[in-house]
């Protein structure tokens, strides 16, 4: 799917007040331990296999696609993983820094609150992403706030309908799609026949699936899961394929795909008259 054919939303946000429980904020960089921990993962997988580190970085991480803005420096292949941590740490501070607080729906997005998507016109296809913008006390799927989930929802899916009636599709990658909490928000059809995400892709996606290393505050969990994981990492041997490293997490990444027209249906968006 061509990145080239994904196009935006173009709607005045007034169109779509921001609820009284929004808060406006700034993106806050995830805590440096979990920079350290994608860090030192790819420095390992660099000493056992040999390639070169800054590729297993990119390859297998998340870190240069969500902190590095421009090219990689090449001293990276050979700096300690606490240097590069802090290279991408403070690089990345610098980024957000030039940022906005994050409005509930910004002019010509498809984001609303904690979701956001895009449209693939050759496809017909939505494709939804989620993350934490609340950035409060409480995570963003527990029970007291899953209204305010289907509010945004409710919004995103009403101003898909209104500029791209063709839609048919929905799809959506993640490790959330483990958690009832998050299935809860989508119709059954859209969840029901989960499929395990393989590309090469996944690991370099945002938080697709080394989010769930992390809480809600974007603290790096202490739990027994990432320690499981990096025993099993050491155990593998020198030739390292996609699926060995995929095996490591104990949450795996799904993909969900579904008729559009339930999402319609389960949030009461009506078609244009």
Known sequence: MSEVSRVEARAPASTFPAP?????TKEAPPA?????????????????????????????TSAIETFVEGTVPEWFNTASVDTVTHALVDQYKTQLEKMAPQPYHPEGSFRFGCFNSEYDPEEQAVTIHFQNDERDATGPLTEEKIYRRRRELRDM????RRLYPDAK????NSWLYNLEAYRRLFPES???HLTLETSAGVFSRG???????LDHTLRLKSDDARREFIQNLYALGDSITDQDLMKLFPLKS?????AIEDFYRMYGVEGEH
């Open 20 to 24: 009284d429980w929004w808060v406006e």
């Open 32 to 60: 440096p331990e979990y920079v350290r921990f994608q860090v030192f993962v790819a420095k390992r997988l660099s000493e056992q296999t040999g390639a070169p580190f800054v590729k297993v970085l990119h390859r297998f």
């Open 157 to 160: 899916f009403t101003l898909i």
């Open 169 to 172: 599709t929905v799809n959506g």
């Open 190 to 192: 859209y969840t029901s």
């Open 207 to 213: 938080r697709q699936i080394w989010g769930q290393f």
């Open 254 to 258: 799904y993909k969900a795909e579904g």
